[in-house]
C-alpha cells in the first residue's frame, strides 16, 4: 500500500508575524515546527505501513508539505520518525496561498504519487480551519473520513474507522482511495530513533514546483485564492475589571449601581 501524510510546518507559538502587504503569515526565517497535529497523522500513517506490511502487503510512507526551502527541516523530522521519503512543495508561485489553493497544490501532488490512503492531521495551528484535509478529498476524487479516532480494520480495498463527533462516536467503513484526518486520541507519537536521525541526515529531499505537479499559475497564489484578507491586526489587551470587597449586601448595591448605569441595546 502506498500511504501519503500531509505535514504543515507551521511558525513556534511566540514568532508570529505578519506581512503588512499581503497580510499573509511571514514564513521565512522565522522559528517553526512540525504542526502538533500533524504528528498524529503522521504516527498513525507510519503505523499502518507497518500493519499493512506485517500483514503481507508491504506499505511505504510518503510525507509531503507546501512550503518554503526551509520546509525541508520538517521534512528530515518527518523521515526520522519513520517516514520513508519526502516531496517539499515549494514555489514562488503557491506564495499567499488559502486553503483553497493549498488543498489543491496537496491533491495536485497526490494524484501524480496515486496512494491508496493520505492522511492529514485535523487542523494547523496558525490557521484552525481544519479545511485542508477535506479539500485534498474534494480536489483529488477520494473519499474521506474526517476527525478519525481509530482505524479499525484497513484492507487493500476499505478501511473502517471510528470517529470523533460532537455527541460521541461513529462508525463509517471508507472505500479507499481515501483522505482521514486524524484526532488526537488515535495514538501517541514516537521518538526518533538513532537510526532514523541516520536516515533523516542522508535522504533526497524531491522538490517540485508548479511545473512539476501541472499546477496553473491563475489556481495557486494569492491569484487563485477566492478568500482574501482584507486586514488584519493585534486584539487590543484586556484591561482589569474593578473589584469590589467588604460585606455582601453592599457590595450587591454597588453592582445594582453599575448596571444602572450601563445603557441596554
Given at each position: 500500500m502506498k500511504i501519503c501524510c500531509c505535514i504543515k510546518q507551521v511558525p513556534g507559538t511566540t514568532e508570529v508575524k505578519i506581512n503588512p502587504e499581503t497580510n499573509t503569515l511571514v514564513r521565512e526565517g522565522v522559528e517553526t515546527q512540525i504542526n502538533?497535529?500533524?504528528?498524529?497523522?503522521?504516527?498513525?500513517?507510519?503505523?499502518?505501513?507497518?500493519r499493512m506490511t506485517a500483514a503481507g502487503d508491504p506499505s511505504t510512507v510518503t510525507v509531503i508539505s507546501m512550503g518554503p526551502p526551509q520546509a525541508e527541516d520538517a521534512l528530515r523530522e518527518a523521515i526520522s520518525l519513520g517516514a520513508d521519503?519526502?516531496?517539499?512543495?515549494?514555489d514562488r508561485a503557491f506564495a499567499g496561498s488559502d486553503t483553497w489553493c493549498t488543498s489543491?497544490?496537496?491533491?495536485?501532488?497526490?494524484?501524480?504519487l496515486q496512494p491508496e490512503l493520505?492522511?492529514?492531521?485535523m487542523q494547523a495551528i496558525d490557521g484552525?480551519?481544519?479545511?485542508?484535509?477535506?479539500?485534498?478529498?474534494?480536489?483529488?476524487?477520494?473519499?474521506q473520513a474526517s476527525y478519525v479516532a481509530e482505524i479499525q480494520e484497513i484492507d487493500a480495498k476499505k478501511l473502517a474507522a471510528k470517529r470523533l463527533i460532537e455527541e460521541g462516536y461513529e462508525f463509517c467503513e471508507v472505500?479507499?482511495?481515501?483522505?482521514?484526518t486524524?484526532?488526537?486520541e488515535i495514538n501517541e507519537p514516537r521518538t526518533p530513533s538513532l537510526r532514523g536521525k541516520m536516515a533523516a541526515k542522508k535522504a533526497e529531499i524531491i522538490?517540485?514546483?508548479?511545473a512539476e505537479i501541472e499546477a496553473p499559475a491563475e489556481k495557486v497564489g494569492l491569484l487563485g485564492s477566492p478568500t482574501q484578507v482584507v486586514k488584519i491586526m493585534t486584539p487590543p489587551c484586556r484591561e482589569g475589571g474593578e473589584k469590589y470587597e467588604g460585606e455582601t449586601s453592599i457590595i450587591v448595591e454597588k453592582l445594582f449601581d453599575v448596571l444602572s448605569c450601563m445603557e441596554v441595546v
Open positions: 502538533p497535529f500533524d504528528l498524529y497523522a503522521l504516527e498513525e500513517a507510519v503505523r499502518v505501513k507497518e521519503d519526502a516531496i517539499l512543495l515549494s489543491y497544490v496537496l491533491a495536485m501532488a497526490v494524484k501524480k493520505v492522511i492529514c492531521g484552525d480551519t481544519g479545511q485542508v484535509g477535506p479539500g485534498i478529498a474534494i480536489h483529488a476524487n477520494y473519499a472505500k479507499l482511495p481515501a483522505v482521514l486524524v484526532v488526537k522538490k517540485w514546483g508548479a
